[in-house]
C-alpha cells in the first residue's frame, strides 16, 4: 500500500495539464505517486501524458462518469492510506504536501484536510471554490473564511491558523482512504457541484473531523475561467444542493428548512428571470427542483443510513443563522463579520 496517491480527474484538459502538472510533479514526487485518471477525454490528453509526463500513471476510464463518480472508479484501483484527489488547474508550492500529510498522521480523529486556496491570477487574494475551508449555514449555502457569495476576499494571513471546517474543497482534499469509503465515497448521482460538501457533511456526521491547514498552500485557476452564468452549473448546484440537505439534515430541521428553500429557490429564480433578463438560469432552478421532486425519494435509504450513523443532533460548523440575512440585510460581507460560534 502506498501512503499517499494523488489523484488528478481529467476531462479534455490537455492545456491545463501541460501548465500546471510541473509543478505538481516537481514538489509532489517524492512525498506521493502521481495518477491522472481520465474520463475518457476526446483531446490529446493521453498522448501528452504519454509522451511529456511518462512518470504519471494513468488511469483509463470508458466516458465520462463526471468529477463525483469519475474518481470512485478511479479510487477503487488505488492502493493507498491517504487520497489527494487535486484538480487540473492547481499550481502547487514547495512544501505544500508535508504538512497536510503530518496533520493526519499526528490526528486520527481527522478524516479529510484541504490547503489554503488562491488565485492562480492573483497570489495575494482567495479562490472562491474553496479559500480557506467551508461551512453551511442553516439553509444550506456554503461559504468559506474568505469567501461568503460573491465577495471573495484578500489573504492578508487573517485567517492563517488551522480551523476545523465542515466542508474541504474538492479541489485539493486529502482524505483518509479508509474514511473515505466508510461513507461510499462521493454520491455517483450528483455527477458535480456539491459532492465534496456531502462527502464532508456525511464524516462529520458520523463525528470525523475535516480540517483548513493554510501552512499548506495552493494555487486555483477554478472560477476564474468560467462563465459567470452556466444554466447546467445552475442546475447541478441546485438540484444537488437539495438533496445533500435532504440527505443529511436532522428529522427535526428537515421540514422547516425544505419549506424555506422552496420559498428562496424560486425567489432567487424570479430574481433572475425579472431582474437579470437571465432565462437560461430561471429555468435550471425550476428544472433543478422539479427533478429533486422526481428523485428525492431514491435517497430514502441513504438517508436512514445517515441519520442512523449520526453522533450529534447537528454537525458542528454548521452555522445556526441564515447566510442571504447576514449577506444581503444586515451588510456582513466578510467571513469575519459573521455570527460564527465561538470554539
Same mark, same amino acid.
Given at each position: 500500500?502506498?501512503?499517499?496517491?494523488?489523484?488528478?480527474?481529467?476531462?479534455?484538459?490537455?492545456?491545463?495539464?501541460?501548465?500546471?502538472?510541473?509543478?505538481?510533479?516537481?514538489?509532489?514526487?517524492?512525498?506521493?505517486?502521481?495518477?491522472?485518471?481520465?474520463?475518457?477525454?476526446?483531446?490529446?490528453?493521453?498522448?501528452?501524458?504519454?509522451?511529456?509526463?511518462?512518470?504519471?500513471?494513468?488511469?483509463?476510464?470508458?466516458?465520462?462518469?463526471?468529477?463525483?463518480?469519475?474518481?470512485?472508479?478511479?479510487?477503487?484501483?488505488?492502493?493507498?492510506?491517504?487520497?489527494?484527489?487535486?484538480?487540473?488547474?492547481?499550481?502547487?508550492?514547495?512544501?505544500?504536501?508535508?504538512?497536510?500529510?503530518?496533520?493526519?498522521?499526528?490526528?486520527?480523529?481527522?478524516?479529510?484536510?484541504?490547503?489554503?486556496?488562491?488565485?492562480?491570477?492573483?497570489?495575494?487574494?482567495?479562490?472562491?471554490?474553496?479559500?480557506?475551508?467551508?461551512?453551511?449555514? @442553516?439553509?444550506?449555502?456554503? *461559504?468559506? #473564511?474568505? $469567501?461568503?457569495?460573491?465577495?471573495?476576499? +484578500?489573504? !492578508?494571513? /487573517?485567517?492563517?491558523?488551522?480551523?476545523?471546517?465542515?466542508?474541504?474543497?474538492?479541489?485539493?482534499?486529502?482524505?483518509?482512504?479508509?474514511?473515505?469509503?466508510?461513507?461510499?465515497?462521493?454520491?455517483?448521482?450528483?455527477?458535480?457541484?456539491?459532492?465534496?460538501?456531502?462527502?464532508?457533511?456525511?464524516?462529520?456526521?458520523?463525528?470525523?473531523?475535516?480540517?483548513?491547514?493554510?501552512?499548506?498552500?495552493?494555487?486555483?485557476?477554478?472560477?476564474?475561467?468560467?462563465?459567470?452564468?452556466?444554466?447546467?452549473?445552475?442546475?447541478?448546484?441546485?438540484?444537488?444542493?437539495?438533496?445533500?440537505?435532504?440527505?443529511?439534515?436532522?428529522?427535526?430541521?428537515?421540514?422547516?428548512?425544505?419549506?424555506?428553500?422552496?420559498?428562496?429557490?424560486?425567489?432567487?429564480?424570479?430574481?433572475?428571470?425579472?431582474?437579470?433578463?437571465?432565462?437560461?438560469?430561471?429555468?435550471?432552478?425550476? @428544472?433543478?427542483?422539479?427533478? *429533486?421532486? #422526481?428523485? $428525492?425519494?431514491?435517497?430514502?435509504?441513504? +438517508?436512514? !443510513?445517515? /441519520?442512523?450513523?449520526?453522533?450529534?443532533?447537528?454537525?458542528?460548523?454548521?452555522?445556526?443563522?441564515?447566510?442571504?440575512?447576514?449577506?444581503?440585510?444586515?451588510?456582513?460581507?466578510?467571513?469575519?463579520?459573521?455570527?460564527?460560534?465561538?470554539?
Amino acid at each position: 500500500m502506498e501512503k499517499l496517491a494523488i489523484v488528478i480527474l481529467n476531462w479534455n484538459g490537455a492545456q491545463m495539464l501541460q501548465k500546471y502538472l510541473p509543478s505538481v510533479l516537481r514538489y509532489s514526487r517524492d512525498e506521493a505517486t502521481v495518477y491522472v485518471a481520465d474520463n475518457a477525454s476526446a483531446d490529446e490528453s493521453l498522448a501528452l501524458l504519454r509522451t511529456e509526463f511518462p512518470e504519471v500513471r494513468i488511469i483509463e476510464l470508458d466516458r465520462n462518469w463526471g468529477f463525483a463518480e469519475g474518481y470512485n472508479k478511479a479510487l477503487r484501483q488505488v492502493d493507498a492510506e491517504y487520497y489527494l484527489l487535486l484538480n487540473s488547474d492547481i499550481e502547487v508550492t514547495h512544501h505544500w504536501l508535508t504538512p497536510l500529510v503530518e496533520l493526519m498522521d499526528s490526528h486520527d480523529d481527522i478524516a479529510a484536510c484541504q490547503p489554503k486556496l488562491l488565485s492562480v491570477f492573483d497570489h495575494d487574494k482567495f479562490e472562491y471554490a474553496g479559500a480557506s475551508g467551508g461551512f453551511l449555514d @442553516r439553509y444550506g449555502y456554503p *461559504f468559506c #473564511r474568505g $469567501r461568503v457569495f460573491s465577495t471573495v476576499e +484578500r489573504d !492578508d494571513g /487573517q485567517y492563517d491558523y488551522p480551523s476545523d471546517v465542515l466542508w474541504a474543497t474538492g479541489a485539493a482534499l486529502m482524505v483518509r482512504a479508509a474514511d473515505y469509503w466508510s461513507v461510499g465515497g462521493l454520491d455517483g448521482r450528483f455527477f458535480a457541484h456539491n459532492e465534496e460538501i456531502d462527502l464532508c457533511w456525511r464524516l462529520r456526521i458520523r463525528g470525523r473531523r475535516i480540517v483548513c491547514l493554510p501552512e499548506s498552500q495552493v494555487y486555483h485557476v477554478g472560477g476564474g475561467t468560467l462563465p459567470k452564468s452556466n444554466p447546467m452549473k445552475t442546475y447541478l448546484n441546485f438540484r444537488n444542493n437539495l438533496t445533500m440537505l435532504y440527505k443529511c439534515l436532522p428529522e427535526a430541521e428537515l421540514r422547516h428548512v425544505m419549506r424555506w428553500r422552496c420559498f428562496l429557490d424560486y425567489l432567487a429564480a424570479f430574481e433572475m428571470l425579472l431582474l437579470q433578463r437571465n432565462w437560461g438560469d430561471f429555468r435550471a432552478v425550476c @428544472r433543478a427542483r422539479s427533478d *429533486f421532486r #422526481r428523485w $428525492r425519494h431514491d435517497f430514502d435509504n441513504d +438517508r436512514c !443510513d445517515i /441519520q442512523a450513523s449520526r453522533v450529534a443532533d447537528n454537525a458542528p460548523c454548521r452555522t445556526r443563522f441564515s447566510l442571504l440575512w447576514q449577506y444581503y440585510v444586515k451588510g456582513r460581507k466578510l467571513f469575519s463579520q459573521l455570527p460564527m460560534p465561538s470554539a
